[in-house]
């Protein structure tokens, strides 16, 4: 059986798909966030909208994998475990990341991306990242530092909160300047221009340009001087002692950017929006932190409260779907074949909350990551499986937790703009920038 046999998403259908799921993806920003889209997409309820639709050709096609129509492609929609199980599983190879739409944007700021390569240059940079991100250690040698960077950025937050409620620019900015002391060292904490040069090439990305914008080496250059530097006590430190052969580390650093900066921005905001919302959980949170303290070795162990992080990207992923490629004829189970060049889209939205696998879809359920089984699920892909899984899932974790830990053992949370209800069922989406936070001691 080839990918022709497996089920097809009628015209109509497919027509649905891209107007309702691909297109408002694309005009939010694949990269960076366009805000005004994204408030009109919060307004109008497109995540439902997007959930409901998959939801329903799931019901329709399903059990196992279908092919619908994205836009001018055919995908293959992946949202079963075991289908995911075998895809993930085999990326790099023979399932790739540097498909379509993702490669033709992030060439745009990373074109020398971990994410974007195939063997034999995957390895080489797997074997760099993982070995300064330190992949599978309860604890990063840099733990200290990175505690003091994220007590600091808690701190300026909390303080500002006492002049004016803070909002998702504020927090945004403050996970930034951790993401540059943490990168670089102290003497980048300041600097919002190599931040802002980012996102200016994010935001590139965002129009698919295909090709390496013409201002990305000035920003690699900005990289490279504070990799010169070197400080001790920064991830730019730690590449200094693991050179890896035919790995230039500026072009890697691009990554972490990203991801620590708006990506882990908006994962702990949201899970701050949770926490302020839901107070029993809260106060457990609360408790846990005092019990354990918030030294590094404290924060290793709040996972009650590293579960409220996880849990606010397993209901509000940052990619709401993401895809591999197949570079080669992939067998799946019951005789069905994925053919070379296909296209594979993972729903993240939909995986997270589908009711008909996950029991507690659309509640804020932390302890699941604490004893339950959320953490061995292949269905929640917001760091990935298998041999591309993110190799800094534990340092965001635990920075996002460092930081958390501290906005509340300072003070008590309240938010304006995210209102779910006692009792009541969580939304599809949170709109970032209608987020308001004080607090109260």
């Not at 590094?296 to 895809?323: D, N, Q, W």
Request: with cysteine.
């Amino acid at each position: 059986m080839t990918v022709d046999e497996l089920p097809c998403a009628s015209t109509v259908d497919g027509v649905l798909f891209t107007a309702v799921v691909g297109v408002p993806s694309v005009v939010q920003g694949l990269f960076t966030k366009r805000e005004v889209p994204v408030r009109v997409a919060g307004l109008v309820g497109n995540d439902e909208r997007a959930f409901d639709t998959v939801q329903s050709l799931v019901r329709k096609y399903g059990p196992g994998p279908f092919r619908v129509r994205l836009a001018a492609d055919e995908v293959v929609l992946a949202h079963d475990p075991d289908t995911i199980r075998t895809v993930l599983g085999g990326s790099p190879d023979p399932f790739a990341a540097d498909f379509g739409s993702k490669r033709k944007g992030m060439v745009a700021f990373q074109p020398d991306a971990l994410t974007l390569s195939r063997d034999p240059v995957w390895e080489q940079r797997r074997q760099f990242a993982e070995a300064v991100l330190e992949t599978g250690r309860p604890l990063h040698t840099l733990a200290e530092p990175m505690l003091a960077a994220a007590r600091d950025s808690a701190v300026r937050a909390y303080r500002a909160a006492g002049e004016r409620a803070v909002g998702w620019a504020e927090l945004n900015a403050e996970f930034q300047r951790l993401t540059r002391v943490v990168v670089f060292g102290r003497a980048a904490a300041d600097d919002v221009a190599i931040s802002g040069a980012l996102q200016e090439l994010m935001s590139e990305g965002n129009r698919t340009p295909g090709k390496t914008s013409p201002k990305y080496p000035a920003f690699l250059a900005q990289i490279q001087r504070y990799l010169d530097r070197a400080e001790s006590d920064s991830l730019a430190g730690v590449i200094a002692e693991h050179p890896v052969a035919g790995v230039e580390p500026a072009g890697q650093v691009v990554h972490w950017l990203f991801a620590m900066g708006d990506t882990l921005a908006a994962n702990a905001t949201r899970a701050l929006a949770l926490l302020a919302t839901h107070p029993q959980i809260r106060a457990e949170v609360t408790d846990e932190v005092q019990q354990v303290g918030t030294e590094p070795a404290g924060i290793g162990k709040a996972t009650l409260l590293s579960g409220c992080l996880l849990e606010a990207m397993r209901l509000y992923p940052t990619t709401a779907m993401f895809g591999r490629v197949a570079i080669a004829d992939v067998p799946l189970d019951g005789g069905a074949m994925i053919t070379e060049g296909t296209q594979v889209i993972i729903p993240n939205l939909f995986n997270h909350r589908n009711p008909d696998r996950v029991p507690y879809a659309d509640w804020f359920a932390p302890a699941e990551w604490v004893s339950g089984t959320a953490g061995e699920d292949w269905s929640f892909n917001f760091f990935s499986h298998g041999p591309q899984a993110c190799p800094g899932a534990g340092m965001a974790v635990y920075l996002g937790t460092a930081f958390l830990a501290h906005l509340l053992s300072a003070a008590t949370p309240r938010v304006v703009g995210f209102d779910p209800g006692p009792g009541e069922s969580l939304p599809y989406g949170m709109d970032l920038y209608g987020l308001h936070f004080d607090f109260t001691n």
